[in-house]
């Protein structure tokens, strides 16, 4: 079953504005990342938060964590038509052997110029 | 350059017609992994190796098998291919198998199976 979902399903803005995509999971987690992908290609890493941070910074993306509601949230900044593409958040349980990361089913942003 | 290295990137191919994808990486990972995408949802963990010699079962591993008999390499086979595995696979791998440790993910194979 799915550990990560994420809301909105799809997102469109405008160039300049903030776009804020969220995630849910069901486990404890030892960590959460999120990922992006271009249509069509692989994922990329973006950034991780550690089970015990609250708020996370990178250029123009900020994550935050709430552990207590199990939920999280991709918030990026002035946004570019470069930063349309789907985003992914993973989690990695905090009693796993086999270490995997569990994948929501994604938000597509599209950022019109 | 790193990389995640997967061939090919397209592929159509007949019910039952074995076939193999390749997926090999350049940054001594101890780690890879293959995932399948489908619409709606996510990615989901095929199969998962820790380390040379060393593979496992992900969540939805019917109707596939793995190697890892080099550290740098983790072909992906479907010995009798059916439509149902139509999709888009991605191989990823990681320094290690520690709870930190980000995914470098390969370009893609999207497959379709008529």
New interface residues.
Partial sequence: S?Q?EEDPQALSIQEGENATMNCSYKTSI??L?W?RQNS??????LI?I?SNEREKHSGRLRVTLDTSKKSSSLLITASRAADTASY?CAT?ASVDS?????????TRLLVRP | EAQ?TQNPRYLITVTGKKLTVTCSQNMNHE?M?W?RQDP??????IY?S?NVEVT?K?DVPEGYKVSRKEKRNFPLILESPSPNQTS?Y?C?SSLS????????????T?LSVL
């Fill in positions: 799915q990560g030892n960590n990342q990922y069509g290609r692989g994922l990329v890493h991780l550690r992914f990695r086999s270490y995997k990361l569990i994948f929501g089913s994604g | 995640v780690y992994s995932y709606g949802l996510g990615l989901r963990q998962y820790m496992d992900g888009l991605f990823a198998s520690g709870a930190r440790n980000i995914q470098y993910f390969g370009a893609g999207r």
